[in-house]
C-alpha cells in the first residue's frame, strides 16, 4: 500500500499548480506516494503541463467546476495511501515536511487530521487553525461591525489569538488548504460533506472527526508555506458583499448553520 496520496484540486490555477508540483518534488519525499491533480477548470492546458513536466502526476478531468468538496472527493475515492495530504495549488511543500507528519501520525495512532504550519512568504505564521465558528463570526469578518469591542473578543477566540502554539495542540478545526489525514479515520467519519461547493466543508468535517472521537492536531513543527489571498479582501466590505465569492461562502455558511443547529460543539 502507498504511504501518502496527495490531493491538489485546480481551478483556473494553472501556474500556482506548476509550482506545488516543483516544491513537492524538490522536497524529495521518502515515503511512497501519489499525487493526484483534479482539474475543475480545463481550459488553461494543465493536461499538456503535466504531461510534459510531471507525468507521474495523476490527472482527473471532470469536465466542470466541481467545487472543492466533491473534487477532493474525487480523488479520495481513486486514492490508494494510508494517509491523504490535502494541498491547496498556492502552497509549497518544505522538505522533511510530508515525512514528520507521516511520522507523527504513526507515533499518535488518535489523530484523525494533523493541520501542519501556514506560513506566509516572509515565514511568519497564518491564521490557519480556530474554534468552531459561531453564526456571527463570518458577519463580523466581512463588515465594520468586526471593529466594534465584542467583535473583536469573538474574532480573537475564533482565531485563537490566545493560544501560543508552542508545540502540537489540539484545535476544532484547519482550513483545507493543507491537512494531512488519517486514511482509516476517512473511512469512519466519511468524506468531505459535498452540499458545500467551497468554503465550509473543513469545519464540518473537523466536527465530524471529532464527533467519532478522532482528535484534530495543529502541529507547528511541520512547515508549509501558503501564498494565500482572501478574494473578499481584494475590494470594500461593501463591494465585497456583492461579489460571487462571498455569496457562495455565505451560502454554505447558512447550510452549515443548519445542519448543525440545536446540536452541542464536540468539544468543550
Avoid at 58 to 71: D, I, M, S, T, Y
Avoid at 107 to 113: A, E, K, S
Avoid at 155 to 168: S, V
Amino acid at each position: 500500500m502507498i504511504d501518502v496520496s496527495i490531493i491538489i484540486v485546480n481551478y483556473r490555477t494553472r501556474g500556482l499548480v506548476k509550482q506545488c508540483l516543483k516544491s513537492l518534488r524538490r522536497a524529495a519525499i521518502n515515503p511512497t506516494y501519489e499525487i493526484f491533480v483534479v482539474d475543475n477548470d480545463g481550459s488553461e492546458g494543465l493536461a499538456d503541463l503535466l504531461r510534459e513536466d510531471f507525468p507521474e502526476v495523476k490527472l482527473l478531468e471532470p469536465g466542470r467546476n466541481l467545487g472543492f468538496a466533491v473534487a477532493n472527493n474525487l480523488a479520495m475515492r481513486r486514492a490508494k495511501g494510508r494517509y491523504v495530504l490535502i494541498l491547496n495549488p498556492d502552497t509549497e511543500v518544505t522538505p522533511g515536511c510530508v515525512e514528520l507528519m507521516l511520522a507523527a501520525m504513526e507515533q499518535n495512532p488518535d489523530i484523525g487530521i494533523l493541520a501542519p504550519k501556514l506560513v506566509h512568504p516572509d515565514r511568519t505564521r497564518q491564521e490557519s487553525v480556530h474554534s468552531f465558528t459561531k453564526p456571527f463570526v463570518p458577519i463580523y469578518r466581512r463588515t465594520p461591525l468586526g471593529r466594534l469591542p465584542w467583535a473583536r473578543r469573538a474574532l480573537d477566540r475564533y482565531f485563537l489569538r490566545h493560544e501560543k502554539f508552542a508545540g502540537p495542540t489540539e484545535v476544532d478545526w484547519a482550513i483545507g488548504a493543507a491537512l494531512f489525514v488519517r486514511r482509516k479515520a476517512i473511512d469512519e467519519v466519511g468524506m468531505l460533506d459535498e452540499r458545500y461547493f467551497m468554503y465550509f466543508e473543513d469545519t464540518d468535517w473537523a466536527r465530524r472527526f471529532w464527533e467519532k472521537g478522532w482528535k484534530v492536531v495543529y502541529w507547528p513543527e511541520a512547515e508549509i508555506a501558503h501564498y494565500h489571498r482572501r478574494e473578499s479582501a481584494d475590494a470594500g466590505w461593501f463591494t465585497g458583499l456583492l461579489r460571487r465569492v462571498t455569496r457562495i461562502h455565505v451560502t454554505s455558511a447558512v447550510k452549515y448553520f443548519l445542519k448543525w443547529r440545536g446540536r452541542p460543539t464536540p468539544r468543550p
